[in-house]
């Protein structure tokens, strides 16, 4: 492999999205030709109408490890593959974004590894993908970068083209300083950041905790969210909530076909009195094994009862070559086994859990479906299917269990807050959340529903790029149409 950015033969971009992935997978077709479809979840969605006013380019991997893509257009999106090797793939991503980083930034969860290796190959890929961002971006262009795995970016983009004005928006959580602090590269990485014109956040809290760091390591000035730099520039570092495409959730699940599969989905779970519903990258994050354990006590303790009850789990597979999530799967599936198990009788078991992803469709199917939704991170910048659960509803019903450590817990106020690591407390809430009057659930899904509409996506991106515009000038604006 060359690894050198590719020849970019379509225009130049005024506007340039770069994250670890592109927002396409590719697809077999049965005659063994390959197609590309939009990647579940996704920021695409967001991104779309912006990309599409204006020409808009996306820089990212592709997927496949030694492999080379000329860029390619598809569905009016002009896309820019970065290839990475076999073993780049085990470093960078793997390796320092999802057993180093990702652990360091969500509370040490787990512990983080800390390779000198995987640092050497994430500065390397860092600069292969600042290197295609510079061939695809026009002359003052605006360069949105999403998180950790580019942190390292803004900086490098900057040497190369400072013409260009650079966002930064960070996923996940920014840790409390005490934490971050273990990190050998910490300077490299809050000097990397600082490239940036705005660096966001997903909460306030991150935004300071970063402020700090800047302050505190790199001696350098701040005044609120922001920071001077040693070469003279003014970057923001402020918090911009993601949120979801609330009105498209909310039509898929009112759909006709939605609507069936809901009923076909209660049915085939023997048409519980009270169906609950997880829904989650099978990741240690995400409190899933805490929320089994709750609801396996419940039974034992015959305060649920199993023949009316039912939880639903499905846990969409993920990093499935590094270790921590090998071991993870490893233990739910003893868990969920344990516990059907102790049921002393033949029939429905009351947990069902799938580990297979599922469409779109299918997904607003099982929110509809769902009586109580039980979302329960120990930590979690944001989480989305909180407030896609509650886009779904159809009517002032169902119940949000939610945990007071994920990012959704500031604006969805009204769901049943919970400590994931208090199981007794959890287990008190999921009897509540199911046993609430009408009326309660009532009250708090209209204020949740008035929320999530009221900050969409849409909104979210319009806010972090209309800030990125104001900054110094250079006309971002026209990004945002
Ligand atoms: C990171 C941060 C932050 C799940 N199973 C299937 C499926 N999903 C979709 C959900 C939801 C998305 O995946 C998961 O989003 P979350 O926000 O819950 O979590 P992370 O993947 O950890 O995302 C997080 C987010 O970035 C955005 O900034 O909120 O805090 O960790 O959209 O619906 N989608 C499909 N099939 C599935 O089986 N199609």
């Given amino acids: 492999m060359s690894l050198k950015p590719k020849e970019w033969k379509l225009d130049p971009a005024s506007f340039v999205v770069v994250a670890n992935r592109l927002p396409v997978d590719r697809v077999e077709n049965p005659d063994s030709t390959a197609d590309w479809r939009p990647s579940p979840g996704g920021l695409v969605t967001a991104f779309e109408p912006i990309m ?77 993908f600042a290197d295609y961002v510079a061939t695809v971006a026009a002359a003052g262009a605006v360069v949105w970068v999403q998180d950790y795995h580019l942190q390292l970016l803004p900086q490098m983009l900057r040497r190369q083209r400072p013409d260009v004005k650079i966002g930064f928006f960070l996923h996940i959580p920014f840790p409390p300083t005490e934490l971050y602090v273990q990190l050998p590269w910490r300077q490299q990485i809050l000097e990397g950041l600082l490239g940036a014109d705005l660096v966001g956040f997903q909460l306030p809290g991150g935004a300071r905790n970063f402020a700090r760091l800047v302050r505190d390591r790199l001696g350098l000035e701040t005044l609120r969210d922001r920071i001077r730099t040693r070469d003279g520039r003014e970057v923001l570092a402020r918090a911009y909530p993601i949120s979801i495409e609330a009105k498209g959730f909310h039509e898929l699940a009112a759909s006709d076909q939605a609507a069936e599969r809901a009923a076909e989905i209660r049915h085939d779970l023997g048409d519980p009195r009270v169906m609950f519903l997880g829904v989650d990258r099978l990741d240690y994050t995400k409190g899933i094994p805490e929320r089994i354990q709750a609801f396996g006590e419940l039974i034992a303790e015959g305060r649920i009862d199993p023949d009316e009850t039912v939880l639903l789990q499905l846990a969409m597979p993920s990093r499935q070559r590094v270790e921590q999530y090998r071991r993870l799967r490893d233990d739910i599936d003893r868990l969920v086994g344990r516990i059907n198990g102790e049921v002393p009788r033949i029939g429905r078991p009351p947990i069902i859990y799938l580990h297979v992803s599922h469409p779109r469709v299918e997904m607003a199917a099982f929110y509809r479906a769902a009586d109580v939704m039980v979302v329960t991170p120990l930590r979690d910048g944001m989480n989305l299917v909180a407030k896609e659960y509650v886009a779904c509803r159809q009517r002032d019903d169902g119940a949000l269990v939610l945990s007071e450590f994920t990012g959704a817990a500031r604006e969805l106020r009204q769901s049943y807050l919970v400590n994931p690591h208090d199981i007794d407390g959890l287990k008190d809430r999921l009897v509540e959340a199911m046993n609430d009057v009408p009326r309660n659930k009532a009250q708090r899904m209209r204020a949740m529903r008035r929320q999530v509409f009221d900050h969409d996506i849409d909104k979210w991106a319009r806010m972090f790029l209309d800030d990125l515009e104001r900054l110094n000038g250079t006309p971002a604006a026209r990004a945002t149409g």
């Fill in 52 to 128: 599409h006013r204006r020409r808009g380019a996306w820089v990212g991997w592709h997927g496949a490890a030694d492999e080379e893509l000329e860029p390619f257009e598809h569905e009016g999106l002009a896309l820019a593959p970065v290839p990475l090797s076999s073993s780049e793939v085990e470093e960078y991503y793997e390796g320092f974004s999802n057993a180093t980083l990702w652990p360091l930034y969500h509370d040490a969860i787990a512990t983080p590894q800390f390779r000198r290796e995987w640092w050497d190959t994430y500065v390397i890929v860092n600069q292969r």
